[in-house]
């Protein structure tokens, strides 16, 4: 139910809109994060993960600078606050579920991976869809943003591709040894 309206009256009003979603979406990725890394037991992925933490922190940063800017010039934005982001919620419990349920530690990684690239590919279409909203405002600076981002994040993605690549095999084998993070 939706307490709260929000008046998307233009394509700018919808704009700051899904800024603010991904801004709640990147604020509850950075919490969950921690979490994750720790509940890998392959090196690689625990890294990984870690090295996403601190880049995601950094494009919560990046969000707050745009829809800062586009407070300080456009007096309709009235709130630059997150706007909570169901999806991103939901996939959050629905990773938590996953590493509770894996009793394997190549399954748990295995899990840990298919969650992360959930998470990924909802940022690659959020950026990509800003991207393009931006770059119809004629808010370049915005875009070359937005696109460093997504490209990170489709980095991040291609990463946990690789890394699945190994630890989906050791998961067929239900091989209950990791490599054990130092």
């Not at 979406?25 to 392959?42: F, K």
């Not at 933490?53 to 997150?82: F, I």
């Not at 070359?144 to 050791?170: G, P, Y």
Request: glycine share 2%; aromatic share 4%.
């Amino acid at each position: 139910m939706k307490f709260v309206s929000e008046n998307c009256k233009d394509l700018r009003a919808l704009y700051v809109n899904q800024l603010r979603l991904l801004l709640s979406a990147e604020e509850q990725i950075v919490r969950a994060l921690p979490d994750m890394a720790n509940a890998a037991t392959d090196q690689q992925l625990h890294d990984a993960l870690w090295s996403h933490y601190r880049e995601t922190d950094t494009h919560v940063k990046r969000v707050e600078e745009l829809l800062a800017k586009m407070k300080s010039v456009d007096p309709a934005v009235d709130s630059t606050s997150p706007i909570r982001c169901k999806a991103v919620n939901a996939l959050i419990a629905e990773t938590e579920d996953m590493m509770q349920d894996a009793r394997d530690a190549f399954v748990k990684d295995a899990a840990l991976i298919a969650a992360a690239q959930r998470v990924e590919h909802y940022q690659i279409a959020a950026y990509g869809t800003l991207r393009h909203f931006a770059c119809v405002l004629g808010e370049t600076a915005a875009v070359e943003v937005l696109d460093t981002t997504a490209k990170e994040e489709h980095d991040a993605d291609q990463l946990l591709t690789s890394i699945a690549e190994r630890i989906n095999v050791d998961a067929k084998h239900g091989a209950h040894v990791a490599s054990v993070k130092n």
